[in-house]
């Protein structure tokens, strides 16, 4: 069973999915966005998602989130099932465990670099959000912009306040969604270096669901999705 | 399809946006605040015309000191007129006999048969309170009913009236002319004019004013009017219904201006609602644009499309604002019917059209705008959704909302120099308040440092959005500053300036003391342990030349008018009877301002001090000579100075003085003022009982009726107020919809993030909260400096903060600005983060 492996071997299993589908009502019918999805990630381990637009990539991606409800099957993370929380605990969830990283940044654009890296520790309720705040931002290389407002940053540096953001809480998963969908090709691949970096000091494990082919194979592993179904792992 | 019916379909698609919802809303409550004023403003000039009539009891009235006969009277007999008579003066009234008898001095009226010829009595008798049909009958009387309590008369009892005794027939609940008239307290008796020459009061030397009624149809009345206006004698005063009560007349006239002018703050406050939502409605409606341009809709489609979409919503909007006010002046209406004791007719259809026209200019001005821009969209757009934003351009914008808004203030104002000084006072008071709003704004941004999270999250999103906060808290603030204003002008300075007035103010004054009474009344009020007063002589005279000229009311009118002052003020005082006194030292309320007082010795001939305001305005200067007939005999005397006068010490005091010894030998009665304690409620009574011709005026109740006149008045202020905060409110919703986009995105990211969905109601609590509480602090702000300039203009008080209003206005805009943003953000809370994000990240 997957979520009973031994912590000798080392491959403890972060994310697990099981049977996972989504429906959603239409007039004309039940649209199948997601069917029987199954795959278990072990931590520390790095996945890339792909597939076509349209082919559930980001519905499965909100699934693991806990941003969206399952109409069948279970996600699974540390062990925890995702489905027996209501959403402020599924928030709960994401505040301590899980990292985000979206294509278009989504910094809040009334508060400072430095203050949206501190948003997710203050959400959690850590005493000190200001210092973890500033050294990962120092680590991303954007110590001398700690003041700055998202509007004054170009879009690599918005991306790296994103994954400052996305680190900063320590999280035991990594969600990726296209991360340089919106970045140039240059400064798309600096962003990735120092995302792969900084999930290797941190151990996280990592999700990645992107359309680039060259992207997801530096993920130990892949996932194929077509029309909503699992096509390849 | 048909343009109006493409229209027709959006509108409906439409009504389910807050947007548009938004705008119906501001649209709707601009009109209410318009109409339900011009409704109430209507019915109550209705009321006056009505009144007016009423009030003269016929449709034209002379009046003289004479019986008017001659010509004069001739002309009253002509065909298609009616004519009445009736004769008044004061007499003592007496009730009862003997040791037990109540005496007052009252106002006597002997009706003519027919009067009134217009409006009615109402009287109470045996049979209950009815309309009296008629005069009262020979040998019988009616009293007022006020008259009636004072002297303990009941119906069937004696009454004595000079050598005459009549029979107490019924109590006048109602009299046709004498509505409003809220400082009549003697008792007031009517008898038939054939009764009168029995009395015996009607003698040589004795003050009757004789009035000639006549009505009939317009032109009889005018050819009336015409040969009596030629042939007015000396004394003799000629009124219509056009002139009748002027000075209520221009009261309601500035009542009604000023109603206009304070709901037209609320329009304004709409309109910028109106703005914003419409301007949201525009960026809404881009991409559907766009792609009908792709599908080959002409700019003419686009354009007939929207603009037919917000005139049916125009339309629309304004029929629902004429509803309800429509409904709000029926309870309005009752109620002023019973203020003014008045019935009300129901208003006519002019303010509804008033009402629909200001919904159109306002939607026209600031709507337009960014709908027409629509029209410039590109098709390209489809593919590139940062193409083309199709903005209004600014000056348009600017332009046609000032266009639209000095269109309707100057039709409010009625004239130009009256509503460019009102579009600058709103336009300054905007100013300021949106500069208080944005030094506090900018105190916010500070702040937010020392704060966390979700609250620090939605204290920067009020500096964040800094232009849309300070709209919100301008247009809260200018609602909010409007009601704490007059909440404290009504209660806090008033109570403050009553209590200012001296603790031992005098509340009764006495008047009619008869010279062999001085000593006695003194004695008597020294008795009751009150301070001995000073009783001071008061002499009747009419005003006969100055300088050697008669000074007849209309010639002094016709030359203050020529001097600019008012003509028709001039011409009352001048007609009307003088109150002259004497005294040898001016008391602390009085100062010279012009000239020299006599002081303690007497000059050789007679010289005259005259309160400054008064002599202006009848244009006397010092050392004019001025000629009074009093009781049929001159006298002279020159104007040495000029004064200026305390009211507020409410002691008696005259317009003209005259040295001392001048006026020896003429007829005097003596006037005085005392402070009763509340202790001592029997004083009146004792007083009254003790000299039973001696009239006595209580202030408190004078002073509690005029009180209670000014909560009425405030009170429809008020509501009008309340308007204007509730367009405040409505521009709040409109910026949170403008923002609505933003808003969604932001709560799912925060939601990714890991917030609770009660951490992200505080998050847009506090930001609400804060938006609430900097709009209370500028209102109060704002309130206490206005407060504090009506404080030392008006009514000579210090200035005082005064920190519950500043309390009560900071709750009030933070409960406001928490309710309607809560519910107009409830979206960012209740939408899944998942669909959120997909719908904004594409």
Same mark, same amino acid.
């Given at each position: 069973?997957?979520?009973?492996?031994?912590?000798?071997?080392?491959?403890?299993?972060?994310?697990?999915?099981? @049977?996972?589908?989504? #429906? !959603?009502?239409?007039?004309?019918?039940?649209?199948?966005?997601?069917?029987?999805?199954?795959?278990?990630?072990?931590?520390?381990?790095?996945?890339?998602? !792909?597939?076509?637009?349209?082919?559930?990539?980001?519905?499965?991606?909100?699934?693991?989130?806990?941003?969206? !409800?399952?109409?069948?099957?279970?996600?699974?993370?540390?062990?925890?099932?995702?489905?027996?929380?209501?959403?402020?605990? #599924?928030?709960?969830?994401?505040?301590?465990?899980?990292?985000?990283?979206?294509?278009?940044?989504?910094?809040?654009?009334?508060?400072?670099?430095?203050?949206?890296?501190?948003?997710?520790?203050?959400? #959690?309720?850590?005493?000190?959000?200001?210092?973890?705040?500033?050294?990962?931002?120092?680590?991303?290389?954007?110590?001398?912009?700690?003041?700055?407002?998202?509007?004054?940053?170009?879009?690599?540096?918005?991306? #790296?306040?994103?994954?400052?953001?996305?680190?900063? +809480?320590?999280?035991?998963?990594?969600?990726?969604?296209?991360?340089?969908? @919106?970045?140039? +090709?240059?400064?798309?691949?600096? !962003?990735?270096?120092?995302?792969?970096?900084?999930?290797?000091?941190?151990?996280?494990?990592?999700?990645?669901?992107?359309?680039?082919?060259?992207?997801?194979?530096?993920?130990?592993?892949?996932?194929?999705?077509?029309?909503?179904?699992?096509?390849?792992? | 399809?048909?343009?109006?019916?493409?229209?027709?379909?959006?509108?409906?698609?439409?009504?389910?946006? &807050?947007?548009?919802?938004?705008?119906?809303?501001?649209?709707?409550?601009?009109?209410?605040?318009?109409?339900?004023?011009?409704?109430?403003?209507?019915? %109550?000039?209705?009321?006056?015309?009505?009144?007016?009539?009423?009030?003269?009891? &016929?449709?034209?009235?002379?009046?003289?000191?004479?019986?008017?006969?001659?010509?004069?009277?001739?002309?009253?007999?002509?065909?298609?007129?009616?004519?009445?008579?009736?004769?008044?003066?004061?007499?003592?009234?007496?009730?009862?006999?003997?040791?037990?008898?109540?005496?007052?001095?009252?106002?006597?009226?002997?009706?003519?048969?027919?009067?009134?010829?217009?409006?009615?009595?109402?009287?109470?008798?045996?049979?209950?309170?009815?309309?009296?049909?008629?005069?009262?009958?020979?040998?019988?009387?009616?009293?007022?009913?006020?008259?009636?309590?004072?002297?303990?008369?009941?119906?069937?009892?004696?009454?004595?009236?000079?050598?005459?005794?009549?029979?107490?027939?019924?109590?006048?609940?109602?009299?046709?002319?004498?509505?409003?008239?809220?400082?009549?307290?003697?008792?007031?008796?009517?008898?038939?004019?054939?009764?009168?020459?029995?009395?015996?009061?009607?003698?040589?030397?004795?003050?009757?004013?004789?009035?000639?009624?006549?009505?009939?149809?317009?032109?009889?009345?005018?050819?009336?009017?015409?040969?009596?206006?030629?042939?007015?004698?000396?004394?003799?005063?000629?009124?219509?219904?056009?002139?009748?009560? /002027?000075?209520?007349?221009?009261?309601?006239?500035?009542?009604?201006?000023?109603?206009?002018?304070?709901?037209?703050?609320?329009?304004?406050?709409? %309109?910028?609602?109106?703005?914003?939502?419409?301007?949201?409605?525009?960026?809404?409606?881009?991409?559907?644009?766009?792609?009908?341009?792709?599908?080959?809709?002409?700019?003419? $489609?686009?354009?007939?499309?929207?603009?037919?979409?917000?005139?049916?919503?125009?339309?629309?909007? =304004?029929?629902?604002?004429?509803?309800?006010?429509?409904?709000?002046?029926?309870?309005?209406?009752?109620?002023?019917?019973?203020?003014?004791?008045?019935?009300?007719?129901?208003?006519?259809?002019?303010?509804?059209?008033?009402?629909?026209?200001?919904?159109?200019?306002?939607?026209?001005?600031?709507?337009?705008?960014?709908?027409?821009?629509?029209?410039?969209? =590109?098709?390209?757009?489809?593919?590139?959704?940062?193409?083309?934003?199709?903005?209004?351009?600014?000056?348009?914008?600017?332009?046609?909302?000032?266009?639209?808004?000095?269109?309707?203030?100057?039709?409010? %104002?009625?004239?130009?120099?009256?509503?460019?000084?009102?579009?600058?006072?709103?336009?300054?008071?905007?100013?300021?308040?949106?500069?208080?709003?944005?030094?506090?704004?900018?105190?916010?941004?500070?702040?937010?440092?020392?704060?966390?999270?979700?609250?620090?999250?939605?204290?920067?999103?009020?500096?964040?959005?800094?232009?849309?906060?300070?709209?919100?808290?301008?247009?809260?603030?200018?609602?909010?500053?409007?009601?704490?204003?007059? $909440?404290?002008?009504? $209660?806090?300075?008033?109570?403050?300036?009553?209590?200012?007035?001296?603790?031992?103010?005098?509340?009764?004054?006495?008047?009619?003391?008869?010279?062999?009474?001085?000593?006695?009344?003194?004695?008597?009020?020294?008795?009751?342990?009150?301070?001995?007063?000073?009783?001071?002589?008061?002499?009747?005279?009419?005003?006969?030349?100055?300088?050697?000229?008669?000074?007849?009311?209309?010639?002094?009118?016709?030359?203050?008018?020529?001097?600019?002052?008012?003509?028709?003020?001039?011409?009352?005082?001048?007609?009307?009877?003088?109150?002259?006194?004497?005294?040898?030292?001016?008391?602390?309320?009085?100062?010279?301002?012009?000239?020299?007082?006599?002081?303690?010795?007497?000059?050789?001939?007679?010289?005259?001090?005259?309160?400054?305001?008064?002599? *202006?305005?009848?244009?006397?200067?010092?050392?004019?000579?001025?000629?009074?007939?009093?009781?049929?005999?001159?006298?002279?005397?020159?104007?040495?100075?000029?004064?200026?006068?305390?009211?507020?010490?409410?002691?008696?005091?005259?317009?003209?003085?005259?040295?001392?010894?001048?006026?020896?030998?003429?007829?005097?009665?003596?006037?005085?003022?005392?402070?009763?304690?509340?202790?001592?409620?029997?004083?009146?009574?004792?007083?009254?009982?003790?000299?039973?011709?001696?009239?006595?005026?209580?202030?408190?109740?004078?002073?509690?009726?005029?009180?209670?006149?000014?909560?009425?008045?405030?009170?429809?202020?008020?509501?009008?107020?309340?308007?204007?905060?509730?367009?405040?409110?409505?521009?709040?919703?409109?910026?949170?919809?403008?923002?609505?986009?933003?808003?969604?995105?932001?709560?799912?990211?925060?939601?990714?993030?890991?917030?609770?969905?009660?951490?992200?109601?505080?998050?847009? %609590?506090?930001?609400?909260?804060?938006?609430?509480?900097?709009?209370?602090?500028?209102?109060?702000?704002?309130?206490?400096?206005?407060?504090?300039?009506?404080?030392?203009?008006?009514?000579?008080?210090?200035?005082?903060?005064?920190?519950?209003?500043?309390?009560?206005?900071?709750?009030?805009?933070?409960?406001?600005?928490?309710?309607?943003?809560?519910?107009? $953000?409830?979206?960012?809370?209740? *939408? /899944?983060?998942?669909?959120?994000?997909?719908?904004?990240?594409?």
């Amino acid at each position: 069973m997957p979520d009973a492996a031994s912590p000798a071997t080392q491959s403890r299993t972060a994310l697990d999915v099981a @049977n996972l589908g989504k #429906r !959603v009502p239409l007039p004309s019918g039940e649209l199948t966005i997601l069917e029987d999805i199954g795959f278990s990630i072990a931590s520390g381990d790095s996945v890339a998602i !792909v597939g076509a637009s349209g082919s559930g990539k980001s519905t499965l991606l909100s699934l693991m989130a806990g941003l969206d !409800v399952p109409s069948s099957g279970e996600v699974r993370l540390d062990g925890a099932p995702m489905s027996a929380l209501d959403e402020d605990g #599924r928030a709960k969830v994401r505040a301590d465990k899980v990292g985000f990283v979206f294509q278009s940044f989504q910094l809040l654009p009334s508060l400072t670099a430095l203050e949206n890296v501190m948003l997710p520790l203050e959400l #959690r309720g850590d005493a000190d959000a200001e210092g973890p705040a500033r050294a990962t931002l120092a680590k991303v290389g954007l110590a001398e912009r700690l003041a700055h407002y998202p509007r004054q940053l170009s879009g690599g540096e918005q991306q #790296r306040v994103a994954l400052a953001r996305a680190f900063v +809480t320590g999280p035991s998963l990594l969600l990726a969604d296209e991360p340089t969908g @919106n970045l140039d +090709t240059h400064t798309g691949e600096a !962003v990735i270096e120092l995302l792969f970096a900084m999930n290797m000091e941190a151990g996280t494990t990592l999700v990645l669901v992107t359309h680039d082919e060259h992207l997801a194979a530096r993920c130990s592993r892949v996932l194929r999705l077509d029309g909503g179904r699992l096509v390849g792992a | 399809m048909k343009l109006p019916r493409l229209a027709w379909r959006q509108l409906r698609r439409d009504l389910a946006s &807050g947007d548009i919802r938004i705008l119906i809303a501001a649209l709707t409550l601009a009109v209410v605040a318009v109409t339900a004023i011009g409704f109430v403003t209507d019915r %109550a000039e209705r009321a006056l015309a009505i009144e007016a009539n009423r009030l003269l009891g &016929g449709d034209a009235v002379l009046r003289g000191d004479q019986p008017i006969s001659g010509a004069l009277r001739e002309a009253a007999m002509a065909p298609g007129l009616a004519h009445t008579e009736t004769v008044e003066f004061q007499s003592m009234i007496r009730v009862g006999e003997g040791a037990d008898a109540n005496l007052r001095l009252g106002d006597l009226r002997a009706l003519g048969e027919g009067f009134p010829l217009r409006g009615r009595f109402v009287v109470d008798d045996a049979r209950g309170e009815h309309d009296a049909g008629g005069i009262p009958a020979p040998g019988t009387l009616w009293m007022s009913r006020a008259g009636a309590d004072q002297l303990g008369a009941r119906p069937g009892d004696a009454v004595s009236i000079g050598q005459s005794r009549l029979t107490l027939a019924a109590l006048v609940v109602q009299e046709p002319d004498a509505a409003m008239d809220y400082f009549n307290v003697a008792p007031r008796v009517f008898l038939n004019l054939a009764d009168l020459p029995a009395t015996g009061l009607v003698q040589e030397g004795s003050r009757i004013r004789y009035r000639l009624v006549v009505a009939g149809d317009a032109a009889a009345v005018e050819r009336f009017t015409g040969v009596a206006k030629a042939s007015l004698g000396r004394g003799q005063r000629l009124e219509t219904i056009a002139d009748a009560r /002027p000075e209520i007349r221009s009261a309601l006239d500035r009542a009604g201006r000023f109603l206009g002018l304070a709901a037209l703050v609320s329009v304004v406050l709409a %309109a910028v609602a109106v703005a914003m939502a419409a301007r949201r409605h525009g960026e809404r409606h881009l991409s559907g644009a766009a792609v009908m341009r792709c599908l080959g809709a002409s700019q003419r $489609t686009l354009v007939g499309i929207h603009v037919g979409e917000m005139a049916l919503l125009g339309l629309f909007a =304004s029929a629902l604002g004429v509803a309800i006010a429509f409904a709000l002046q029926w309870a309005v209406g009752a109620w002023l019917a019973q203020a003014l004791g008045l019935s009300i007719p129901p208003a006519g259809w002019l303010p509804a059209l008033q009402g629909l026209a200001v919904g159109m200019v306002v939607l026209l001005a600031f709507a337009a705008p960014p709908v027409l821009a629509l029209r410039r969209v =590109s098709a390209l757009r489809v593919l590139r959704r940062d193409l083309d934003r199709a903005e209004p351009a600014a000056w348009a914008v600017l332009l046609s909302g000032f266009a639209g808004l000095a269109a309707l203030v100057w039709w409010k %104002a009625g004239s130009a120099t009256l509503g460019g000084a009102m579009l600058l006072g709103i336009g300054a008071t905007l100013g300021a308040l949106a500069l208080l709003a944005w030094a506090m704004i900018a105190l916010v941004r500070r702040m937010r440092a020392r704060l966390r999270g979700a609250l620090r999250y939605g204290l920067a999103n009020v500096s964040r959005r800094a232009g849309s906060s300070i709209a919100q808290v301008t247009a809260l603030g200018l609602g909010l500053m409007a009601l704490l204003l007059l $909440t404290f002008v009504r $209660t806090d300075l008033l109570d403050r300036w009553q209590l200012s007035l001296a603790q031992d103010a005098p509340n009764r004054f006495i008047i009619n003391v008869q010279s062999d009474q001085v000593q006695p009344v003194r004695d008597f009020i020294a008795a009751q342990g009150l301070a001995a007063p000073t009783l001071v002589p008061m002499v009747r005279a009419r005003l006969l030349e100055r300088n050697g000229t008669p000074a007849r009311g209309e010639s002094v009118a016709e030359r203050v008018e020529a001097e600019g002052g008012d003509a028709r003020q001039a011409q009352r005082r001048a007609e009307r009877e003088f109150n002259l006194s004497f005294a040898d030292a001016l008391r602390d309320d009085n100062k010279v301002v012009a000239g020299k007082f006599w002081g303690t010795t007497r000059p050789a001939r007679p010289e005259l001090s005259v309160e400054e305001k008064f002599a *202006a305005s009848l244009g006397w200067k010092l050392g004019d000579r001025i000629t009074f007939d009093i009781a049929g005999q001159r006298f002279t005397g020159r104007i040495t100075s000029l004064r200026s006068i305390d009211w507020e010490s409410f002691r008696p005091n005259f317009f003209v003085l005259a040295s001392p010894g001048a006026l020896d030998g003429y007829p005097a009665s003596y006037i005085t003022a005392v402070s009763v304690p509340v202790s001592k409620p029997r004083f009146t009574a004792g007083l009254v009982q003790r000299f039973p011709n001696l009239s006595v005026i209580d202030i408190d109740v004078v002073l509690k009726q005029v009180r209670s006149i000014g909560d009425q008045v405030s009170t429809v202020v008020q509501v009008v107020f309340w308007f204007a905060f509730a367009a405040g409110v409505l521009v709040l919703l409109a910026a949170v919809g403008a923002s609505q986009d933003e808003r969604l995105q932001e709560g799912g990211v925060m939601r990714v993030l890991g917030a609770s969905r009660g951490q992200l109601r505080l998050a847009q %609590a506090s930001e609400f909260a804060a938006i609430g509480l900097l709009a209370g602090l500028v209102a109060a702000i704002a309130a206490s400096v206005l407060s504090g300039v009506v404080a030392r203009e008006v009514f000579d008080l210090p200035w005082q903060p005064n920190w519950a209003m500043a309390a009560a206005g900071g709750a009030l805009g933070m409960a406001a600005a928490l309710a309607a943003g809560l519910f107009a $953000t409830r979206r960012v809370v209740d *939408a /899944p983060p998942s669909v959120t994000l997909r719908e904004i990240d594409g």
